[in-house]
């Protein structure tokens, strides 16, 4: 089955310090992989997306990772922000034209 | 673009109640998706459609659960009867593929069953 973790599911940085949330799925046949943010009460919006001939990309303080051969997708968050508090979810897309969600990631920066 | 717009916003109607919710997609997206997320079961693709039809419904929970896109610039999930159980957010997206892109979400409809 393919499926895809996030761990852990809730973590809590100070503000200014780099972080790193994880992202694992089970089929390293993997079309891309997309980040997301949630705020509460809204609906996702896209971070980055890693197609598979990718290994990162990048979008001003956010760098994405995509390692098939291991499972593993990071997102490194630089210099945060309060405002950078949301869960933060990762989506596989295995070939098959449907995204599969992890849990998510609620991140919480301390000011 | 006002992005992709969900109504209504919230709703609470009692079990046995017919629920339908409506969704705009963005202009010139020819995929549409419904998701549903509750705490247990995270985000669940329900349905998705090209050109206004149904590609793939296995997610579809069961026969009360009927999903339609009369027009590229509409669709429907309709639930009848509502149950408790199908008290979540209800996500509609958008986008110009299934998976190879980006989708871009609706802020959600909050739906409640008594």
């Known amino acids: 089955k393919q499926e895809v973790t996030q761990i852990p599911a809730a973590l809590s940085v100070p503000e200014g310090e780099n972080l790193v949330l994880n992202c694992s799925f089970t089929d390293s046949a993997i079309y891309n992989l997309q980040w997301f943010r949630q705020d509460p009460g809204k609906g996702l919006t896209s971070l980055l997306l890693?197609?598979?001939?990718?290994r990162e990309q990048t979008s001003g303080r956010l760098n994405a990772s995509l390692d098939k051969s291991s499972g593993r997708s990071t997102l490194y968050i630089a210099a945060s922000q309060p405002g950078d508090s949301a869960t933060y979810l990762c989506a596989a897309n295995f070939g098959n034209e449907k995204l599969t969600f992890g849990t998510g990631t609620r991140l919480t920066i301390i000011p | 673009d006002a992005g992709v717009i969900q109504s209504p916003r919230h709703e609470v109607t009692e079990m046995g109640q017919e629920v339908t919710l409506r969704c705009k997609p963005i202009s010139g997206h020819d995929y549409l998706f419904w998701y549903r997320q509750t705490m247990m079961r995270g985000l669940e693709l329900l349905i998705y459609f090209n050109n206004n039809v149904p590609i793939d419904d296995s997610g579809m929970p069961e026969d009360r659960f009927s999903a339609k896109m009369p027009n590229a610039s509409f669709s429907t999930l309709k639930i009848q009867p509502s149950e408790p159980r199908d008290s979540a957010v209800y996500f509609c997206?958008?986008?110009?593929?299934?998976?190879?892109?980006?989708?871009?979400f609706g802020p959600g409809t909050r739906l409640t069953v008594l």
């Open positions: 890693i197609q598979s001939s990718q």
């Open positions: 997206a958008s986008g110009t593929s299934a998976g190879g892109d980006t989708q871009y």
